[in-house]
């Protein structure tokens, strides 16, 4: 039982690249989020999805778009990397009602 | 949306029980509490949940009053693998979206 996978675990951009990261659960469930960690703190809220077909702003949604493309996979896009960008992406997913929820290891993006 | 306050960090040898307590004042009434423990380099993993009273699982104890505005984790005899950070989050469990991680308490197990 994987959990929740995330692809790369390490990339490096240059400011005003583009890339996606991948996310994929295999638990089964309807809810799924991104969060970024900067060093030293806390986890952010970047986008959600509460359920397959639908996606919501977090806290903080600027420089990003997601795509939930079936109940497995959520992705995160950065269309225009940027240098405050850099910072180690987490996805989780959790069943509706629960407030266990289950991440990945991280995938840690640094922007020249 | 109920904030948390707890320590910024902790200190503590291995073989001595730890208890972590987070403040949060403006607690709902449908509002759960929950932490998270998360070691250098991994997400977070959830480690218990409670509403009130006591709730006690393998892993630690957590402890509410009956008013609810605070709540303490309860570590039980750590080593140096419970080195981490710990979050205490409050909030509706369908609303999960709406939980806060905060900076948590970064926890120093000593030998």
């Known amino acids: 039982n994987a959990g929740v996978t995330q692809t790369p675990k390490f990339q490096v951009l240059k400011t005003g690249q583009s890339m996606t990261l991948q996310c994929a659960q295999d638990m089964n469930h309807n809810s799924m989020y991104w969060y970024r960690q900067d060093p030293g703190m806390g986890l952010r809220l970047i986008y959600y999805?509460?359920?397959?077909?639908?996606?919501d702003k977090g806290e903080v949604p600027n420089g990003y778009n997601v795509s939930r493309l079936n109940k497995r996979e959520f992705s995160l896009r950065l269309e225009s990397a940027a240098p405050s960008q850099t910072s180690v992406y987490f996805c989780a997913s959790r069943t509706p009602g629960d407030t266990e929820a289950f991440f990945g290891q991280g995938t840690r993006l640094t922007v020249v | 949306l109920a904030k948390t306050t707890q320590p910024i960090s902790m200190d503590s040898y291995e073989g001595q029980e730890v208890n972590i307590t987070c403040s949060h004042n403006?607690?709902?009434?449908?509002?759960?509490i929950t932490w998270y423990q998360q070691f250098p380099s991994q997400g977070p993993r959830f480690i218990i949940q409670?509403?009130?009273t006591k709730v006690t699982n393998e892993v630690a104890s957590l402890f509410i009053p009956a008013d609810r505005k605070s709540s303490t984790l309860s570590l039980p005899r750590v080593s140096l693998s419970d080195t981490a950070v710990y979050y205490c989050?409050?909030?509706?469990?369908?609303?999960?979206?709406?939980?806060?991680f905060g900076s948590g308490t970064k926890l120093n197990v000593k030998p």
């Open positions: 409670g509403y009130k």
């Open positions: 989050l409050v909030g509706e469990s369908y609303n999960f979206n709406k939980f806060y």
């Open positions: 999805s509460a359920s397959e077909g639908t996606t």
């Open positions: 403006n607690i709902a009434t449908n509002d759960y």
